[in-house]
């Protein structure tokens, strides 16, 4: 991987296994500002660590309806089968999702998370006080 060419904007991060990928690393790369994320796992049936990348199809496919809840498109977030041998099919594979993500333009959460606050700090005082009071709380 690290001799192929592909986009310089690609971060690459290597692991042994698709399926110790954290739903909490996806999050987190969408939330520190990346347009996109991309997991390569092993061909199905030939898994190193037996059943890794089912593990990593499944959490791929609840992560992919949470962030469409959360408003970032199914473009953004991609799995594909490659095994290790598949040096040019990772290169294609890069360099079409980055297409596609330049297509798309930029996804800006952090922009977003950083407007969000701002709306919060505008909202009165009034409102920012509890529904119910402590004397109707006690008596529920």
């Known amino acids: 991987v690290s001799r192929l060419k ?13 399926g110790r ?3 909490q690393f996806i999050l987190q790369a969408f939330a520190s500002g990346a347009d996109g994320v991309l997991i390569g796992g092993c061909h199905p049936g030939d898994c190193h660590y037996s059943e890794g990348n089912y593990k990593m199809l499944r959490r791929f496919r609840l ?18 089968w490659i ?8 290169k294609i594979v ?8 330049k297509a ?9 998370i950083e407007i969000l606050n701002e ?7 009034e409102h ?11 008596h529920v």
């Open 6 to 18: 592909y986009a310089p904007n690609v971060k690459v991060i290597r692991i042994m296994c698709s």
């Open 21 to 23: 990928v954290d739903p």
């Open 63 to 80: 992560l992919k309806r949470m962030l469409h809840t959360l408003g970032i498109g199914d473009d953004r977030f991609r799995l594909e």
């Open 83 to 90: 095994s290790a041998s598949e040096g040019e099919k990772v």
């Open 94 to 101: 890069i360099n079409d999702m980055v297409e596609k993500l």
């Open 104 to 112: 798309l333009g930029p996804l800006s959460i952090p922009k977003q």
């Open 119 to 125: 709306e919060l700090k505008e909202i009165p005082e």
């Open 128 to 138: 920012s006080e509890p529904v119910i009071s402590k004397e109707e709380l006690a």
